[in-house]
C-alpha cells in the first residue's frame, strides 16, 4: 500500500514539472547515438537529453518520448526527450547537433533560452 502512495505521488511531481516553463535554460549539444530511453537516434533528428536531475529513474525515464518546444533567438520548435544529460543543470538540455544547428551556428556553444514541455 506504502509503495502505491508513494508511485501516486512520484507520478503527481512529474506532471508539476511538466507544468512549469524553464527560463534561461543553459542548451549545449552532443553526438547523439543510443539514449538513455534506448532508441539510437541521428544528428538531425530534433531530439534532446533532459538533465539528470529532472530525467527522473526508471527504465525508460519517465520523461522518456516525450515532446517539448524550445524557444531561443526568436525561433521555436519542437523536439523529443530521448536522453540523459549528465554534465546539464536543472531545467538545462543538450540538443542533438541538427537543433543546435536549427537556432545557431555550433560555434557558439552555449545558448540560453526557454522550453517547456508540450500536453
Known amino acids: 500500500r506504502r509503495h502505491q502512495e508513494v508511485a501516486k505521488r512520484a507520478r503527481a511531481d512529474v506532471d508539476l514539472h511538466k507544468r512549469q516553463t524553464f527560463t534561461n535554460a543553459r542548451f549545449t549539444f552532443y553526438d547523439v547515438g543510443l ?3 534506448g532508441q539510437t537516434n541521428v544528428p538531425t533528428d530534433f531530439i534532446v537529453a533532459l538533465n539528470v536531475e529532472q530525467y527522473g529513474s526508471g527504465y525508460p525515464g519517465p520523461y522518456c518520448f516525450q515532446s517539448i518546444t524550445i524557444s531561443y533567438g526568436g525561433k521555436t520548435t519542437q523536439a523529443t526527450i530521448m536522453d540523459e ?3 546539464c ?3 538545462g538540455l543538450d540538443f ?3 537543433l ?3 537556432f545557431a551556428a555550433e560555434s557558439e556553444g552555449v545558448l540560453y533560452g526557454t522550453w517547456w514541455f508540450n500536453d
Open 35 to 37: 539514449g538513455a530511453c
Open 89 to 91: 543543470p536543472w531545467g
Open 85 to 87: 544529460c549528465m554534465g
Open 96 to 98: 542533438s547537433t541538427g
Open 100 to 102: 543546435f544547428d536549427f
